[in-house]
T-cell receptor, first 110, second 117 residues
Framework: AQRVTQPEKLLSVFKGAPVELKCNYS??????LFWYVQYSRQRLQLLLR?????SIKGFTADLNKGETSFHLKKPFAQEEDSAMYYC????????????WGLGTSLAVNP | NAGVTQTPKFQVLKTGQSMTLQCAQD?????MYWYRQDPGMGLRLIYY???????DKGEVPNGYNVSRLNKREFSLRLESAAPSQTSVYFC????????????????FGPGTRLTVT
């Protein structure tokens, strides 16, 4: 079955340190992957989609098909990056449904 | 362009009461979704609607009903609320076409915090 795994529930870093939020997936073929961010008590917002290869708020994510990973990275974390981050990919049997990881809570300490 | 809107923002119900959560989107998206978000459990799909007039169960549909009133609106009804339905509920919409490309990323409403006592 398809799965998205975010192995860290919590990640704590200091301001200015690099940050990497891990996402591993199981999918046969070329997946379309997303990162969503949810700031405290707010809606989920799309942060990145891998097909666009954008850098948003300094975050990037590279699809590694060999390792089936789509880790989210930022070279210098800021306090305002503290949030919940979710990785997701479309269900192979029904693209309209997304399969979600359980999320990683990032805390950036001053 | 308001995106996805939800009402109410907060609600407290007593066990056994009923209520309807409203959701609307103005992005001309085809698909709409209802999720619940609980600590440690991520997002769980309750119901979704691929198009006007169709609805399908998600992972946790028990205790809920939905109506896709038109392309813009998708409501979630709790007929007899239970404490286990205390959660944050998010509506989302997705699926639009630009040229030959279909986009599936989902856009979310602000959420409804529901407490059932």
């Amino acid at each position: 079955a398809q799965r998205v795994t975010q192995p860290e529930k919590l990640l704590s870093v200091f301001k200015g340190a690099p940050v990497e939020l891990k996402c591993n997936y199981s999918y046969s073929g070329s997946p379309e992957l997303f990162w969503y961010v949810q700031y405290s008590r707010q809606r989920l917002q799309l942060l990145l989609r891998h097909i666009s290869r954008e850098s948003i708020k300094g975050f990037t994510a590279d699809l590694n098909k060999g390792e089936t990973s789509f880790h989210l990275k930022k070279p210098f974390a800021q306090e305002e990056d503290s949030a919940m981050y979710y990785c997701a990919l479309p269900n192979a049997g029904n693209n309209r449904k997304l399969i979600w990881g359980l999320g990683t809570s990032l805390a950036v300490n001053p | 362009n308001a995106g996805v809107t939800q009402t109410p923002k907060f609600q407290v119900l007593k066990t056994g009461q009923s209520m309807t959560l409203q959701c609307a989107q103005d992005m001309n998206h085809n698909s709409m979704y209802w999720y619940r978000q609980d600590p440690g459990m991520g997002l769980r799909l309750i119901y979704y609607s691929a198009s006007e007039g169709t609805t399908d169960k998600g992972e946790v549909p028990n205790g809920y009903n939905v109506s896709r009133l038109n392309k813009r609106e998708f409501s979630l009804r709790l007929e007899s609320a239970a404490p286990s339905q205390t959660s944050v509920y998010f509506c989302a919409s997705s699926e639009w076409t630009s040229g030959q490309t279909i986009y599936y990323e989902q856009y979310f409403g602000p959420g409804t915090r529901l407490t059932v006592t």
